[in-house]
T-cell receptor
Framework: RKEVEQDPGPFNVPEGATVAFNCTYS??????FFWYRQDCRKEPKLLMS???SGNEDGRFTAQLNRASQYISLLIRDSKLSDSATYLC??????????FGAGTTVTVRA | DADVTQTPRNRITKTGKRIMLECSQT?????MYWYRQDPGLGLRLIYY???????NKGEISDGYSVSRQAQAKFSLSLESAIPNQTALYFC????????????FGSGTRLTVV
């Protein structure tokens, strides 16, 4: 079983729509959680950390459910520039990051 | 200048050749990492280093070696390249602690023919 699993998508949404997707993780001892954004074959870039109480960063909202071991990302008012692959990342100790394979989002005009 | 610089950006090499991928960072972090990315698999850790004297194998270290020449420099070598090492390779650096995210280089696209 993969340590981090994501729906690969693609999620194809019109501009202005809301899109949400989840990932699940297998290690219940995981300590930190992140969403990274990766544009086509470029380096992953940190989008936001995910906190237990949930957190927002502009149009992006992240939620963590430790009991069910899943993390979600919601994008409101989608922009064309939000088209990317979103990587769910879980940190299980001080150095080890486990990456999901990514969820592809395409925002169309 | 980029915080993490990788060279080369693209490389095509033949089976059996030795190749080195280089990485340097200006973040001042002690921790550096090498990952590879394959379609549908996510990034996988090859090697990591917490300081110049500390080198550790990741989950897929077979066929690879590394050298930490200085705090800012961490190179990855393929001693005898094989086609299934064709992938996108990323170097990364991070601060210490579980809440630190990673800063990645722009990647090296390696093709072994």
């Amino acid at each position: 079983r993969k340590e981090v699993e994501q729906d690969p998508g693609p999620f194809n949404v019109p501009e202005g729509a809301t899109v949400a997707f989840n990932c699940t993780y297998s290690n219940s001892a995981s300590q930190s959680f992140f969403w990274y954004r990766q544009d086509c074959r470029k380096e992953p870039k940190l989008l936001m950390s995910v906190y237990s109480s949930g957190n927002e960063d502009g149009r992006f909202t992240a939620q963590l459910n430790r009991a069910s071991q899943y993390i979600s990302l919601l994008i409101r008012d989608s922009k064309l520039s939000d088209s990317a692959t979103y990587l769910c990342v879980v940190k299980s100790n001080d150095y080890k990051l486990s990456f999901g394979a990514g969820t592809t989002v395409t925002v169309r005009a | 200048d980029a915080d993490v610089t990788q060279t080369p950006r693209n490389r095509i090499t033949k089976t059996g050749k030795r190749i080195m991928l280089e990485c340097s960072q200006t973040k001042g972090h002690d921790r550096m990492y090498w990952y590879r990315q394959d379609p549908g698999l996510g990034l996988r850790l090859i090697y990591y280093s917490f300081d110049v004297k500390d080198i550790n194998k990741g989950e897929i270290s077979d066929g690879y070696s590394v050298s930490r020449q200085a705090q800012a420099k961490f190179s990855l070598s393929l001693e005898s390249a094989i086609p299934n090492q064709t992938a996108l390779y990323f170097c990364a650096t991070s601060g210490q602690g579980t809440n630190y995210g990673y800063t990645f280089g722009s990647g090296t696209r390696l093709t072994v023919v």
